[in-house]
């Protein structure tokens, strides 16, 4: 899964229902920030997470359910196309009733003709036919109708014989139909549930012994308190390294959601397969070191500041750029980092920066984007007011300052709105969701390294 994903589908669950991020990484359970009071609490909300031990179990549990539902379906495809089979004893009753009804129809016809004959020869004698000879003629279209009625009576129970044979079939069919579709569905499900139970069990597994949040790395974002719809609005970016060693490798990763509108449908369950794009606010970067905006996400899914002395500092410049079609309302742009070094020591961000700000409807019916200028080096790095000291020392991809900073967390949150002050929630939430991102990020880089 994708960081960029990942992401949007922890605001969005912490716009939408704030506490469900709380559950989605176990292994930063004891980090995650406790839900305000006014806040309804989640079904499930004080669980704890599952062990390792109790998602192989499901694993093993749903291999199971689909191994035998995979049986079951062979067994009812077996019994659907045995139907089918002449020598199946439904069909063969089906085809011996048939036969007998054939025979039933054909002696009564035979009976019929042969009664409208006796009748007909009655009919015919002579006026001056013997008393003999008209008993028998009598007595031969009594003898007649005795045989057509029992021909027809044989002909309606060989029908009968044959309706029930049929319908007995066709049952039997509907039948063994039924039960192959509702097989091939608990195949199906079971084959979700399989997925879902390894792709849980393996999030477990790389979550384990991953990176825990502290607050080595701390990020401070400023920027514009209003941003119009259709032009770009630079914010601030400072990471800043605040442990008492130098970190070797750097990443921090920053997104941006504008509020649902009101009235705006955000749907009551959020997932990895919910689109969020039209909330999503497209996200570049620059720094001393890059001078071409470059945006973040699924190509280069996070920002390599890389080393950082101790006390030392990294400026970035954010551009946003809301779709010039959004409503008014507001917004969020929120950021956090994590670090590893060469003796194999790593963190996440206890705290990720975010700054929430107002968005304006787009001047004019076609408003026209404001090219922003790239940045130079000489004014890519402004520094946030309680910082003092340029960009003087040198990282794998340049551009931090020896000079020690202010590290007390604190968040320059710009912009006076409160439409959905869950956004700020969703920053912290998506802390918790996006270490695991980055320990993700962190291992694909290594593997392409490697």
Known sequence: ???????????????????????????FADTKPSPASTQKPAQGEDDEPPTLDELK?????????????????DRARTAVDALEKPDHPLRTAVTEARGKAG????????ADTALAEAEQAEEDLPDDAGKEQK??????????????????????????VLRLASKDLADASVAASQVFHRAEVAKEEASRKLDDAKEELAFH???????????????????????????PAVFSMRVTNASDRAL??????????????????TGEDTDEETDFEKWTIPVEWSSADVLEWTPVGEEFETIEVGKLAKGAHYDVKLRLTVDADAPAGGGSVFAFGQYENNDGTCGISLDGGHANFDVLAAKGDKPTPTPTPT????????????????NTGTTQQGGSSTTPVTTGGTLAATGANGV???????????????????VVARRRRAGAQA
């Open 1 to 27: 899964m994708k960081i960029r994903r990942i992401l949007a589908t922890a605001v969005a669950a912490a716009v939408t229902t704030p506490v469900v991020f709380l559950s989605a990484a176990p292994a």
């Open 57 to 73: 179990a499901a694993v093993a549990l749903a291999q199971k359910e689909y191994d035998d539902a995979v049986v079951a379906l």
């Open 103 to 110: 025979k039933a129809a054909a002696a009564e016809t035979a």
């Open 135 to 160: 008993e028998a003629a009598a007595e031969a279209v009594e003898t007649a109708k005795e045989t057509a009625e029992k021909a027809a009576a044989d002909k309606a129970a060989a029908d009968e």
């Open 205 to 231: 597994e790389d979550m384990v012994g991953a990176c825990e949040p502290d607050e080595a790395v701390q990020i401070d974002l400023s920027g514009p308190e209003k941003v119009t719809a259709g032009e």
């Open 248 to 265: 070797d490798l750097v990443d921090v990763y920053a997104d941006a959601l504008r509020d649902p509108a009101p009235g705006e449908d």
């Open 375 to 390: 940045p130079s080096p000489s004014t890519s790095t402004p520094a946030p007011a309680t910082t003092t000291g340029g």
């Open 420 to 438: 959905l002050p869950q956004l700020g929630l969703a920053a912290a939430g998506a802390v918790a969701l996006g270490a695991g991102a980055m």
